[in-house]
């Protein structure tokens, strides 16, 4: 029986957008699976990704590394794009990790550990991680793959994409032994010329479009079901939830359904939020609570024990993340752990 709340992964969706980017970019996918896979399973979806083909993975931080590692085995190459901040060094060294280095005195920290295979951050623009390209290390021993960020890949009129692409080519010039990664899922689309040797997606391997909303060459990947707990009927005049602001113009009928901010439902998905329930495309109205949401569903038969889609097939994630005025990355990564993630082939 399924659970109140349940984020279901279909595998094979994950799969076709794997094999999609790669077809599109022209290059090999280094699948990111950073903050669990952006919340639907890293171990899962890494072991699926590497039926299709992939080795080479992308995290943020030590700790997904090390997980990883102990589910995937020695096989696959893990990079972990903080680098070796702060004496994790040894740690880094232990799990077969790579840092991505950002700065000398991590490239220092990781020589003094006794080096290794790593990569190199380039800061062509974005000034959030890595090296001006004017102050980037002299090529070294170990040096595997040397990667930059675009700041505005979802925006292809962006006149920034092309000076970064550019900063970047120039700046990698001067390690050619190392694989050039630049084009995270917004820059797999910006052109061939954005590719470089290896593509380093995340959002449109879990479904979301690389322009911030549905692309009909990615399909969704992750469903967010929640289930019906008792429907009402509401008088006009009567108010809906906390703070009363909702107020039924007519008379309503309410599902109140196993969604709330403590599963990862934004309290931010009323009043724009929309869910999907008997076929048809309903407003969540009034507040979210930490338990619950309320769906109008006058003149649908729905039932206690049916179920409602936040988002999945039927309500793109790109939608549901601009109702609630935010990204499909920040919808998926907010799922807390109460919620199971149940995958599909
Ligand atoms: C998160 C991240 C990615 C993946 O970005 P998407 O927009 O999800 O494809 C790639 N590279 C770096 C450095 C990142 O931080």
């Given at each position: 029986m399924p659970s109140p709340a349940e984020l279901t992964v279909d595998l094979s969706a994950l799969a076709a957008n794997f094999r999609t980017l790669e077809a599109v970019g022209g290059a090999p996918v280094h699948p990111v699976l950073k903050a669990d896979s952006y919340g639907l399973g890293a171990v899962a979806c890494a072991g699926r990704l590497m039926t299709e083909g992939a080795r080479t993975f992308f995290v943020a931080r030590a700790s997904e590394g090390e997980a990883l590692r102990t589910a995937l085995g020695p096989e696959p190459a893990i990079y972990v794009l903080d680098g070796c901040a702060a004496g994790r060094a040894g740690r880094l060294r232990a799990a077969r990790l790579r840092p991505v280095i950002n700065t000398a005195v991590q490239l220092s920290d990781w020589r003094e550990a006794g080096g290794g295979p790593c990569g190199l951050q380039v800061d062509t623009g974005m000034n959030r991680l890595g090296f001006r390209p004017e102050a980037a290390p002299e090529p070294f021993e170990g040096l595997e793959l040397v990667l930059s960020h675009l700041a505005c890949a979802d925006d292809p009129a962006e006149p920034m994409n092309a000076r970064q692409r550019d900063a970047f080519a120039a700046a990698a010039q001067?390690?050619?032994g190392a694989v050039r990664s630049f084009a995270n899922s917004g820059g797999v689309f910006l052109g061939r010329g954005y590719a470089f040797d290896a593509l380093r997606p995340g959002i449109c391997l879990y479904g979301g479009g690389p322009e911030g909303r549905p692309d009909p060459r990615i399909r969704p990947v992750a469903t967010l079901t929640a289930e019906v707990l008792q429907v009402r009927d509401v008088p006009a005049g009567e108010t809906v939830g906390y703070s009363r602001t909702f107020t039924a113009g007519r008379p309503t009928r309410i599902a109140t359904c196993a969604a709330g901010y403590a599963d990862?439902?934004?309290?931010?998905?009323?009043?724009a939020g929309r869910a999907f329930v008997a076929g048809e495309l309903r407003p969540i109205v009034g507040r979210v609570s930490m338990d619950a949401c309320a769906v109008d569903v006058t003149g649908l038969d729905v039932a206690v024990g049916d179920r409602i889609e936040l988002f999945g097939a039927n309500r793109p994630i790109d939608d549901a993340a601009s109702a609630a005025g935010t990204i499909a990355y920040e919808l998926l990564s907010a799922i807390t752990g109460r919620v199971p993630r149940v995958y599909r082939d």
């Open positions: 001067r390690y050619p990862g439902v934004l309290r931010s998905y009323s009043p």
